[in-house]
């Protein structure tokens, strides 16, 4: 079996294999000894969490795609430890790190350069055409496990705040499928309440307590910028039948194309068993059953791995969805025979 092939299994045990490093480092440093030999005890607090935050990434990039990664990546994993090992030294070690002028120029030249040359990189990726420009910008600032986060957290925000009345997300030659018609009464229900939450914390605990009312004000804000997200992408991202195959969506929760040629059957999702079925529209009772020609094992963190033969999903015209979904798969076999 090669490394590719291991990779998903090992991948979470190798992000999580820092964890415990990073952790037993922030002990040290709080020891009788670090604030003895404080400055000593910075280097090696950086050293290791840079150390530990690169050579997880070069081990997890070397797998998953069977060669070493980029420069830019390794450069990116290493400014990322520097911040995270600045951030985590205590007092006394920040100010003994600060008067190493020579430590000080070292961390801001990797942590500067990398800066400048992930902005130009990203600046690049922005100009060039095409439609995943977002991630692979990101891609050039942060190491890739957090590239693909960063970007959906920036899609969302910029979803919630600056896309109002947009169109559905419609690529040309694709038939369009909307779920959202009876999923709009509970979210708005969910965001009325959620202001109605946020106005009656800030106003009854601020009259005891300013600071704990403020910060639970900045967590329900960040709340109902999430909630409207998710309750516009309901409407923005249609489930599609795309020249290539079934794009299932259900907001920014799911997104997943299945070829024609994968399918063995599509129908109603009446009577679905649980056991070996994955439902996609998970805020919404399926309609539709796609069973699929080849069962998919799916790995999951510290558990058994689960075999998915059947995706249930649901759109608000079952009927006319199946019929057409059928027709392409009748489309498709005959352009095989």
Not at 119 to 147: I, S
Not at 195 to 219: S, Y
Not at 221 to 242: E, Q
Request: aromatic share 6%; glycine share 6%.
């Amino acid at each position: 079996m090669t490394s590719r092939a291991l990779f998903p299994a090992v991948a979470p045990f190798l992000r999580l294999a820092l964890l415990p490093i990073i952790a037993v480092a922030l002990l040290a440093i709080r020891t009788p000894w670090a604030a003895a030999h404080a400055g000593l005890a910075a280097l090696l607090f950086l050293w290791i969490t840079t150390d530990s935050l690169a050579t997880s990434l070069i081990v997890a990039e070397r797998m998953r795609l069977g060669r070493p990664p980029a420069v830019r990546v390794v450069l990116a994993a290493i400014a990322l430890g520097l911040v995270v090992g600045v951030l985590g030294l205590t007092p006394p070690l920040r100010s003994a790190l600060a008067d190493m002028p020579w430590a000080v120029a070292v961390v801001a030249a990797l942590v500067g350069g990398h800066l400048l040359y992930g902005v130009a990189g990203a600046w690049a990726v922005l100009r060039r055409p095409g439609v995943a420009k977002l991630e692979a910008a990101v891609a050039c600032l942060v190491p890739p496990p957090l590239a693909q986060l960063v970007a959906k957290e920036l899609a969302l925000l910029h979803l919630a705040l600056f896309r109002w009345r947009s169109p559905p997300d419609v690529p040309p030659g694709c038939q369009a499928y909307s779920y959202h018609r009876d999923l709009m009464p509970l979210m708005g229900g969910l965001l009325a309440a959620q202001v109605m939450e946020i106005v009656v914390v800030d106003v009854a605990l601020g009259i005891h307590h300013r600071t704990a009312a403020l910060i639970l004000f900045a967590v329900g804000d960040i709340g109902f910028i999430y909630l409207l997200g998710l309750t516009k992408s309901l409407r923005l991202h249609p489930v599609l039948l795309t020249p290539q195959g079934v794009r299932i969506r259900f907001g920014l929760l799911a997104d997943r194309l299945i070829p024609y040629d994968a399918i063995a059957h599509i129908g109603a999702a009446d009577g679905l068993e649980r056991r070996g079925s994955e439902n996609l529209s998970r805020l919404v009772a399926p309609n539709v059953a796609l069973t699929l020609a080849v069962p998919e094992a799916r790995r999951r963190f510290l558990r058994s791995a689960l075999t998915v033969s059947r995706l249930a999903f649901a759109v608000d015209e079952p009927r006319e969805f199946i019929g057409a979904v059928r027709d392409r798969l009748a489309d498709t076999q005959k352009s095989l025979e």
